[in-house]
T-cell receptor
Framework: DGGITQSPKYLFRKEGQNVTLSCEQN?????MYWYRQDPGQGLRLIYY???????QKGDIAEGYSVSREKKESFPLTVTSAQKNPTAFYLC?????????????FGPGTRLTVL | GDSVTQMEGPVTLSEEACLTI???????????LFWYVQYPGEGLQLLLK?????DKGSNKGFEATYRKETTSFHLEKGSVQVSDSAVYFC?????????????FGAGTRLAVHP
């Protein structure tokens, strides 16, 4: 079955540590996205990538970094510079740049900073 | 900038009641409109979409019509079930700045009781 996988489902981190969240897709999509979701709020875009080796900052990129070395993979690193990293992180992908194509979401990773 | 406004929740209904969740948007150009659903602890799933004015999206008994004159995309269902309990997100997609961007509302939590 095609889809998006994210791992781990739950992640705990001590303050001052960097942590990397995995996102893999086998949908052959060019575009991939990272969102952050806080309780009772909508999703906010962290980073996006339209093609391999290219990515752009979204609305809340500070304290985060990404890479896109393979079409299937778009890992997100939450650095120690992120002041409030505890949140639910969602990865998504889409078929093309056209606005009528929906984004497909992974199951999410819940990050808790201890 | 573009934005989406949804009615605040939670919405609490009895099984078989009618559902309407209001969604209005502000956008330049001609966005596509989406409803996503999120079950507890999971990622988002596309529920339905509409890509141009007067289009009606439908799925699993849910419907929404793209109303350009009122800039609305209200979600409706004639008879809800307990299994419909989830958070519903209205979103618009516009192609700007060289990429396909999804803008979400804050989400509306629906609780259906037997």
């Amino acid at each position: 079955d095609g889809g998006i996988t994210q791992s781990p489902k739950y992640l705990f981190r001590k303050e001052g540590q960097n942590v990397t969240l995995s996102c893999e897709q086998n949908l052959n999509h060019d575009a991939m996205y990272w969102y952050r979701q806080d309780p009772g709020q909508g999703l906010r875009l962290i980073y996006y990538s339209q093609i391999v080796n290219d990515f752009q900052k979204g609305d809340i990129a500070e304290g985060y970094s990404v890479s896109r070395e393979k079409k299937e993979s778009f890992p997100l690193t939450v650095t120690s510079a992120q002041k409030n990293p505890t949140a639910f992180y969602l990865c998504a992908s889409s078929n093309s740049q056209f606005s009528y194509n929906e984004q497909f979401f992974g199951p999410g990773t819940r990050l808790t900073v201890l | 900038g573009d934005s989406v406004t949804q009615m605040e929740g939670p919405v609490t209904l009895s099984e078989e009641a009618c559902l309407t969740i209001n969604c209005t948007y502000t956008a330049t150009g001609y966005p596509s409109l989406f409803w996503y659903v999120q079950y507890p602890g999971e990622g988002l799933q596309l529920l339905l979409k509409a890509t141009k004015a007067d289009d009606k999206g439908s799925n699993k008994g849910f419907e929404a019509t793209y109303r350009k004159e009122t800039t609305s995309f209200h979600l409706e269902k004639g008879s809800v079930q307990v299994s419909d309990s989830a958070v519903y997100f209205c979103a618009l997609s516009s192609f700007s700045g060289g990429y396909n961007k999804l803008i979400f509302g804050a989400g509306t939590r629906l609780a259906v009781h037997p």
